[in-house]
């Protein structure tokens, strides 16, 4: 059993910290390669990288109310490690959706605390400019809801 939850806490770290990692890889790239409002073609009509700079959370809501965010997200990183280290029936598939969000969470977390806004560059054309963070956080709750659902069927 316990060689199962280190298995299980170890996928949740490796999978928080590569999200993290790539977030802010990426977002180090776009500030180094763009100035704010820059955009830069990679797929003509579809896809773009064009740096900006979000000071709310998803679709810009909430605009400059930065302190709500914050608290947010400590509150869902407290949340997962209550849940990871006190929910013993959980299984690697379940550590790594929370390690995709958690990972995606704290990147928008730690450009909130050092900067007052999030950084934005992945631009569809048809949708909002988001980030990798926001890929992992939605990516990691739609797999998280499609394993609730099997565990229910």
């Known amino acids: 059993m316990v060689k199962k939850e280190i298995i299980n806490l170890a996928m949740f770290i490796t999978v928080t910290f590569a999200a993290l990692t790539v977030d802010q ?4 790239f776009v500030v180094k390669q763009l100035r704010v409002g820059e955009s830069l073609v990679v797929l003509p009509q579809f896809f ?14 909430l605009p400059y109310r930065t302190e709500i965010f914050i608290f947010l997200a ?35 977390l730690i450009d909130r605390i050092r900067l007052g806004y999030v950084i934005d560059f992945l631009d569809f054309r048809v949708w909002p400019i988001f980030n990798a963070a926001d890929v992992f956080i939605t990516g990691g709750a739609l797999l998280l809801f499609l394993l609730l659902l099997q565990s229910k069927g």
Do not use: E, Q, R
Request: hydrophobic letters at 50%; glycine letters at 14%; a positive charge.
């Open 74 to 108: 400590f509150l869902f990183i407290i949340m997962v490690l209550l849940i990871t280290t006190f929910y013993h029936d959980n299984n690697w598939m379940l550590s790594a959706c929370l390690g995709l969000i958690t990972g995606g969470v704290m990147g928008n």
């Open 48 to 61: 773009h990288l064009t740096y900006i700079k979000n000071p709310g959370g998803a679709f810009g809501i």
């Open 25 to 28: 890889v990426s977002k180090v």
